[in-house]
């Protein structure tokens, strides 16, 4: 039975955002501690590194698969597993002694991650049959994980100045009880009439993971090997081979995984164009201004991150109008106008950034603003392009796809900053060479993100060009 309001399916909600409060807030407040953590286990780099990389290849790595599992066997159970999962291995790390262990530890967090936050996005399309609502529970949703990652490092400053380091992930516990409470008294039980019932393809699980794992660690080769190394290319053609065998054996397979008609179908392949070219744009940019800010320019690490408020208040305070905007545009006109905004940040910061901050700063509003309106309509397009026994693994795939090109923009400014700049960029002082080439390799880097961003926008308006537009009422 669908929710008539918010307020009415306000007990789910507050379960469903803070699943996504968790995956939001994981990350952003353990990289403040990773120093500490490098001291008290005596980790390597490569090792803390890996404390935080864990976590990220296997929630990317699993969602697909997870996602599928939870429309066969059910989205509120497995929902309510993920959560059980992550209160223990909450619990584990008062347990760490090792780099090793705590690794693991991310780990099982990250099979947590998979288990939960695909049905974040799935459970709360379910709770409602309008659109208007389903858009403004997302936007609820995002803006809760938002604030908690806006708030992340200097929560974890604080935690960090009256008590030891684990504290930091047994938050979680708390957390996913919370989760599970009001999962289990907001969201009713699965329907099995509901459920996808064909088996699960195994092989194409396994192709499938693989390729996502290795679209994830290959673009932290190339920035810790470089370009010139054959690693990260021997990477990237092993994602690409099982890229091929997956697309090969799911078009065979009598139960596939992923039906790639479905995925083929408008509005779902361009919510997910739109969803992978925020990921594109929001990665790269960050990272390319961070390097801009601090390494160019000079500034200090508070200074480089004052420079960025910007974009954290756009995504902060942007939810205030997300819900206005689409209700005006309709939800087509405004998931294209919020793709048009990224590739637009994207060519401000291309051409002008070196001519000022205030450049910049506009780069960074303008990506923020339309990755907040994407972030709420992109999950809501692909959905309602799906049957509804196939939400949860759609979710998956709206999750999966921004992971995958977020990895894509960081190498590629990685690997053209490798090739266009002599020297390591991370040395104290540079000639003036080096500076004018990292001033082009930044103006190519941003132009070609804005080139993939913009394919990737027009290809998304040519596949819905037959859609009706549904506009609100």
């Known amino acids: 039975m669908s929710a008539p309001s918010l307020r009415s399916a306000w007990v789910a909600l507050a379960g469903l955002s803070a699943v996504f409060l968790f995956e939001m807030l994981d990350n952003s407040i353990l990289n403040v501690a990773l120093p500490t953590i490098g001291r008290d286990l005596h980790a390597s780099t490569v090792a803390l590194q890996w404390v935080t990389g864990a976590y990220s290849v296997v929630f990317g790595g699993l969602m697909l698969v997870l996602g599928a599992v939870a429309d066969r066997y059910g989205r509120r159970r497995i929902m309510l597993i993920g959560l ?11 347990f760490v002694t090792t ?3 705590l690794i693991a530890v991310r780990a099982l967090m990250g099979v947590a991650a998979a288990m939960t936050t695909p049905g974040s996005a799935a459970l709360a399309f379910r709770l409602f049959d309008d659109d208007g609502l389903r858009v403004r529970a997302m936007t609820l949703i995002s803006t809760i994980g938002l604030v908690g990652l806006a708030v992340g490092p200097t929560t974890g400053g ?9 504290v930091l992930l047994l ?14 008294t907001g969201v009713e039980a699965d329907d099995r009439a509901g459920l996808h019932r064909d088996p699960v393809d195994v092989l194409g699980a396994v192709l499938g993971t693989t390729t996502i794992v290795l679209a994830l660690v290959t673009p932290t080769l190339f920035l810790n090997e470089g370009s010139g190394s054959w690693l990260p290319w021997a990477g990237g053609t092993l994602a690409v081979t099982a890229a091929t065998l997956f697309v090969v054996r799911e078009r065979a397979a009598e139960h596939p995984l992923l039906d790639l008609a479905l995925v083929a179908r408008p509005l779902v392949a361009s919510g997910l164009a739109y969803k992978a070219a925020a990921g ?3 990665s790269g940019l960050g990272y390319l201004v961070t390097l801009q800010l601090q390494l160019d320019w000079g500034w200090t690490p508070t200074r480089a991150a004052l420079g960025l408020l910007p974009q954290v208040v756009v995504l902060i305070a942007g939810g205030a109008f997300v819900n206005r905007f689409v209700q005006r545009a ?34 960074l509003v303008l990506v923020a603003a339309g990755m907040r309106v994407v972030g709420a309509v992109a999950a809501v397009t692909v959905l309602r392009g799906l049957p509804e026994n196939r939400t949860t693994i759609g979710a998956a795939l709206v999750d999966t796809s921004s ?5 894509a923009g960081i190498a590629v400014t990685g690997t053209i900053l490798a090739a266009m700049v002599t020297g390591s960029i991370a040395a104290p002082s540079w000639t003036a060479r080096q500076s004018a080439q990292f001033e082009q390799a930044v103006t190519v880097a941003g132009l070609v993100l804005t080139a993939m961003a ?20």
Do not use: H
Not at 84 to 94: I, P, R
Not at 158 to 166: D, M, Q
């Open 158 to 166: 604080l935690i960090l100045a009256i008590a030891p380091w684990p």
């Open 84 to 94: 059980a999962l992550l209160a223990v291995a909450g619990l584990a790390t008062a």
């Open 280 to 282: 594109l744009a929001i």
């Open 330 to 363: 309709g939800l087509d006109r405004a998931a294209w106008c919020s793709a048009a905004a990224v590739v637009s940040g994207l060519a401000v910061y291309g051409l002008l950034s070196r001519f000022g901050y205030v450049w910049i700063a506009l780069a």
């Open 454 to 473: 913009a394919a990737l926008v027009v290809w998304a308006l040519l596949r819905t060009r037959t859609v009706k537009e549904e506009v609100f009422a």
């Open 171 to 184: 938050a979680n516990v708390p957390v996913a009880l919370l989760a599970m409470l009001c999962i289990r």
């Open 99 to 101: 780099a090793g262990q």
């Open 403 to 407: 992971e995958v090109t977020s990895g």
